[in-house]
């Protein structure tokens, strides 16, 4: 339920802090799929649908764990942002940003906290992701 969840209710619910959510689109990127919003293109190359997917509105959602900080440049996915608050919570810290326009929060060690408005690059691999259809919330 936590890594592959049904829907995106089950998505919000599980999990402290929440699944990151960002509204987008599904498109046809020259037989393959990616997931785009704003100005960001995430390649679904690794991505396991949960059914055919087709083009259209949906959410992409990944945990903050997921998601990595200024870790180099392996990741499937990378991008740029600039940290907005950094929320100490003992052991690790969430720093939070913006991507896309929309809240995004990452988890970090507690050794390795960025500072309000520094420049950090994200890391991920969309096959940790989880994409939603936008009108009914499934999984897709």
């Known amino acids: 339920i936590y890594n592959r ?4 209710f089950v998505a919000g619910f599980l999990g402290s802090p929440a699944m990151n959510f960002v509204d987008g689109r599904l498109e046809d990127a020259d037989g ?5 919003a704003e ?4 390649p679904l190359g690794t991505y396991d649908f949960a059914k055919p997917p087709a083009p259209g509105p949906v959410t992409f959602g990944i945990r903050p764990e997921h998601v990595s900080l200024n870790s180099g440049t392996g990741w499937p996915f990378s991008i740029a942002a600039n940290v907005e ?3 100490p919570m003992g052991s690790d810290t969430l720093v939070w940003l913006k991507l896309a326009q929309q809240n ?6 507690s050794e ?7 420049a950090v690059t994200l890391g991920f691999d969309p096959m940790r ?10 999984r897709i």
């Open 129 to 138: 992701a989880s994409l939603f259809d936008t009108a009914t919330g499934t």
């Open 39 to 42: 100005d960001i293109k995430i």
């Open 5 to 8: 969840p049904v829907n995106r």
């Open 85 to 87: 608050v950094v929320e």
């Open 32 to 36: 393959g799929w990616r997931f785009a």
């Open 112 to 118: 390795r906290t960025p500072k309000n408005d520094e």
């Open 104 to 109: 995004f929060s990452v988890r970090v060690t």
